[in-house]
T-cell receptor
Framework: NAGVTQTPKFRVLKTGQSMTLLCAQD?????MYWYRQDPGMGLRLIHY???????AKGEVPDGYNVSRLKKQNFLLGLESAAPSQTSVYFC????????????????FGQGTRLTVV | LAKTTQPISMDSYEGQEVNITCSHN???????ITWYQQFPSQGPRFIIQ???TKVTNEVASLFIPADRKSSTLSLPRVSLSDTAVYYC???????????FGAGTTVTVRA
């Protein structure tokens, strides 16, 4: 049972470099999310998606872009990395219970530890 | 998403019951209350979700009073492995954002 898989797990970037973080889920979930978590802080929502081909901004979207071309994948891109983007990034997915009209349990990946120097 | 307020930290000892109260004064009629647990270096994990009264599973109980302006997560007989950050979330009924606050850091001591 893979659940939610994030790639890569660790990465070091130089300021100005770009990279893409991949999140893959095998639970056929509609919703997917990207978060960042700084030391001693809670999770902050970067972007999210309510379905294939859709994306929306979260609380801290600046400096990031996302794409959801396939239902099972949600990509997070950093076009020009900055030291302020040093953080642990978590991806999550969840479903939707249409009978009760409520989101279901969210599953999280293992996280990607990104350092920008 | 309704704003939530919960204590920053709580200390407890092994075998005790831990109760974490979350305030959500502007909860909407269709909102649900959900709690997640996060261990260091891991992503959050779902604990329990409820709408009203009491919900219980193998891990915890969730108490929601009639006015639903607050809720209490109860962890029975905690152990050292229950040391974690606990997040209270309100919403998710036709609200696709899953926003976390700062959470409550629970430290269980021997």
């Amino acid at each position: 049972n893979a659940g939610v898989t994030q790639t890569p797990k660790f990465r070091v970037l130089k300021t100005g470099q770009s990279m893409t973080l991949l999140c893959a889920q095998d639970m056929n979930h509609e919703y997917m999310y990207w978060y960042r978590q700084d030391p001693g802080m809670g999770l902050r929502l970067i972007h999210y998606s309510v379905g294939e081909g859709t994306t929306a901004k979260g609380e801290v979207p600046d400096g990031y872009n996302v794409s959801r071309l396939k239902k099972q994948n949600f990509l997070l891109g950093l076009e020009s990395a900055a030291p302020s983007q040093t953080s642990v990034y978590f991806c999550a997915s969840s479903g939707f219970d249409r009978a009760s009209a409520v989101g279901t349990e969210a599953f999280f990946g293992q996280g990607t530890r990104l350092t920008v120097v | 998403l309704a704003k939530t307020t919960q204590p920053i930290s709580m200390d407890s000892y092994e075998g005790q019951e831990v109760n974490i109260t979350c305030s959500h004064n502007n909860i909407a009629t269709n909102d649900y209350i959900t709690w997640y647990q996060q261990f260091p270096s891991q992503g959050p994990r779902f604990i329990i979700q409820g709408y009203k009264t009491k919900v219980t599973n193998e891990v915890a109980s969730l108490f929601i009073p009639a006015d639903r302006k607050s809720s209490t997560l109860s962890l029975p007989r905690v152990s050292l492995s229950d040391t974690a950050v606990y997040y209270c979330l309100v919403g998710r009924s036709n609200d696709y954002k899953l926003s976390f606050g700062a959470g409550t850091t629970v430290t269980v001591r021997a």
